[in-house]
T-cell receptor, first 108, second 117 residues
């Protein structure tokens, strides 16, 4: 069954803190996407990865294929990082499944 | 601005009606994906088209259909609408065909908010 589990569901942090959001999936995938959804509803793609690690500014995404697990890290968090973060797994049968999302609030 | 456009922005209609949502991908992108986001079910993948052909199918109901035209814009048709179809409908585009060895970054449109009364 193609399932995606994401944790935590909600996360509150103080500005400057290091943040980690986790995502696990059930079977073989071709890629894992990390998305950011702003309060207004717009969705932005942060990363697409199939192995290893990617970095963009203060954001880092990693994936461990053997453990079927991916993490999104935010270093030196800022209030403007407040959003919902969603992981999505593209399975080898071309189906795509989404995690329930992590609502991040960063307080100044 | 992702370069993906969706119309209309908002749509209010009644149960039993039929509506068409339109998506124009980023210039040069061949893949169009459709997604539904509802409060109770989160984001769900509906269907993907690549260069005019259906490439992948997700949780799309039989009452829903889609197509991609020669100019690469796509339309999602929703018929016999029910209250539960009220949701945000996103399309996204990508340069690649998707799947093993062909997955690429997706660029999302602003969404169409459908309200069924």
């Amino acid at each position: 069954k193609n399932e995606v589990e994401q944790s935590p569901q909600n996360l509150t942090a103080q500005e400057g803190e290091f943040i980690t959001i986790n995502c696990s999936y059930s079977v073989g995938i071709s890629a894992l996407h990390w998305l950011q959804q702003h309060p207004g509803g717009g969705i932005v793609s942060l990363f697409m990865l199939s192995s290893g690690k990617k970095k963009h500014g203060r954001l880092i995404a990693t994936i461990n294929i053997q453990e079927k697990h991916s993490s999104l890290h935010i270093t030196a968090s800022h209030p403007r990082d407040s959003a919902v973060y969603i992981c999505a797994a593209r399975y080898n049968n071309n189906d795509m499944r989404f995690g329930a999302g992590t609502r991040l609030t960063v307080k100044p | 601005d992702s370069g993906v456009t969706q119309t209309p922005k908002h749509l209010i209609t009644a149960t039993g009606q039929r509506v068409t949502l339109r998506c124009s991908p980023r210039s040069g992108d061949l893949s169009v994906y459709w997604y539904q986001q509802s409060l109770d079910q989160g984001l769900q993948f509906l269907i993907q088209y690549y260069n005019g052909e259906e490439r992948a199918k997700g949780n799309i109901l039989e009452r829903f259909s889609a197509q991609q035209f020669p100019d690469l814009h796509s339309e999602l048709n929703l018929s016999s609408l029910e209250l539960g179809d009220s949701a945000l409908y996103f399309c996204a585009s990508s340069a690649t065909s998707g799947g093993p060895g062909g997955e690429g970054e997706q660029f999302f449109g602003p969404g169409t908010r459908l309200t069924v009364l």
